[in-house]
């Protein structure tokens, strides 16, 4: 009989393989010594157009990310593992159990991977820890600060999970940390804006910028940010 072996087994030493007999195996088994390897190969990556060993067409592969799991004992592992109840009857029986979960913490990693760009994350409204960030240009400006805190004070009742950058960092700092996190909507308050009673708003994941006036900000931010929510 001719064996092939996967290259990834070349220095894998005692294997476990089937004995011939239904739900039985060998292991502390050696190559070289208990067989010969006749060639070596790479079996088990699987490349675009391999035939499916079911119908013979050709495979075609996509991206794929991981967010849940299924698990399942069965009879066979239940009694070797000794997972045993009794049941009325007094008799002895295996356990048959399932386990399902969603890993939040990868759903989270997969929303980034699929939400970023060069700058950093775009979060989408729906699963963003923060609606809008409110960037206020200068924390020490008499005019700029207060503005800034009556400004995320309003969007925050106005029922909008608002974040307030306030830093004591240059803009530039400011502008790439808030792309970097990621928020939907930037507020930017600058001296110029503050005068003129306006608002640069900032959309993360286009790059669009918008000027709000004061008393509609609450309003234009709620028209787009609740309906992306469900």
């Not at 088994?29 to 190969?41: K, L, N, Q, S, T």
């Not at 909008?160 to 792309?179: I, S, T």
């Amino acid at each position: 009989i001719r064996i092939v072996c996967d290259e990834s087994l070349k220095d894998a030493h005692s294997w476990a393989c089937g004995a011939n007999v239904d739900g039985y195996h060998y292991v502390g088994v050696e190559p070289g010594r208990d067989f010969a390897v006749d060639e070596w190969a790479d079996l088990i990556t699987v490349a675009e157009g391999d035939p499916c060993p079911k119908c013979g067409c050709g495979l075609h592969s996509a991206r794929g990310i991981e967010i849940s799991q299924v698990f399942q004992l069965g009879t066979k592992y239940s009694e070797a593992m000794g997972a045993t109840f009794m049941d009325e009857d007094g008799r002895e029986k295996p356990f048959l159990m399932g386990c399902y979960g969603i890993g939040v913490s990868r759903m989270v990693s997969a929303v980034v991977e699929q939400h970023n760009d060069e700058r950093g994350i775009c979060w989408p409204v729906c699963v963003a820890p923060y609606e809008v960030e409110v960037v206020a240009m200068n924390v020490n400006d008499d005019v700029v600060w207060p503005v800034a805190q009556k400004v995320t004070e309003e969007l925050a009742a106005a029922d909008l999970e608002v974040l307030l950058d306030d830093r004591k960092e240059r803009p530039g700092v400011k502008f790439a940390d808030a792309d970097l996190i990621g928020v939907p909507y930037q507020v930017i308050l600058g001296k110029k804006g503050v005068a003129n009673e306006t608002a640069e708003v900032k959309v993360r994941a286009t790059g669009e910028r918008f000027d709000v006036p004061f008393g509609e900000l609450a309003s234009w931010l709620g028209e787009r940010v609740v309906p992306a929510r469900a």
